[in-house]
């Protein structure tokens, strides 16, 4: 029995190759899943349950034939996603958690995070995640006109590029601490944790104050392919899976 967990898939309508392999992962190995596990930025952006757009119905469709399918499927919000609420959930099947979340897997306590929170050293990300995530600046947000909404996003989203490519300090700036990741196993009394985020699929061991080796597991993004995490009660396989077509669009 496995269960499977994915993050930063940035779904939009400009990249359909990444869309049609979700799908295609959605009707395929997913529904072999014990629980599909979406850690975050599943979506480009997502400025509120009312943007019904064509594009996101498509995607809330597919995910509710997996979960009317008896496939548990979890998800914790993004930076991108974080206005993901109640009537997603309702509509799809998937149950929202807060952050962070520690989950029984397969007798292992499991933390999960989206991993934004863990990169202390990105002190200007940080100050703009306590902003935005602040209840009264959401509630005035929310309430705001759909299209004001959707050229805020896309002013952010604007600001957030670059034509100039990262140099390895900034890189290294946006990237997790120690430091965040120790006091996150720490304050959880776990020693694993799985999160995405920083875009760099890997496994780390981290020596904690009392003396435990700890896992990191790292999900990846799907900008050039798909990135799954699959994890049983004996082991654990981070894969990448290549674009096909886009037939399932």
Request: glycine share 6%.
């Amino acid at each position: 029995m496995i269960t499977r967990f994915i993050s930063d898939l940035h779904l939009s309508e400009n990249r359909p190759d990444i869309t049609g392999l979700f799908v295609q992962f959605l009707r395929s190995e997913a529904r072999e899943s014990d629980a599909l596990y979406i850690l975050g930025d599943l979506f480009d952006y997502w400025i509120g349950d009312d943007d019904n757009t064509p594009f996101h119905r498509h995607i809330m469709h597919e995910l509710k034939q997996l979960t009317s399918n008896g496939v548990p499927c979890y998800f914790i919000a993004g930076n991108r996603d974080f206005l993901i609420g109640e009537r997603f959930a309702e509509e799809t099947g998937v149950t929202l958690l807060t952050e962070p979340f520690i989950a029984d897997l397969y007798g292992v306590p499991t933390l999960l995070m989206h991993g934004d929170s863990l990169c202390t050293e990105d002190t200007g990300y940080q100050r703009f995640r306590r902003l935005i995530r602040n209840p009264k600046l959401l509630r005035f947000l929310t309430k705001l006109p759909l299209p004001w909404r959707r050229k805020i996003a896309h002013k952010l989203r604007s600001n957030s590029k670059s034509s100039k490519p990262l140099t390895q300090a900034q890189l290294a700036r946006m990237d997790a601490t120690d430091e965040a990741v120790r006091e996150a196993f720490e304050t959880a009394q776990v020693d694993r944790m799985i999160h995405g985020h920083t875009h760099k699929p890997n496994v780390h061991e981290h020596s904690l104050a009392n003396g435990a080796i700890a896992t990191r597991i790292v999900l990846g993004d799907w900008y050039e392919q798909g990135s799954i995490l699959e994890l049983s009660a004996d082991t654990f396989m981070l894969r990448s899976e290549p674009f096909g077509n886009d037939d399932f669009i």
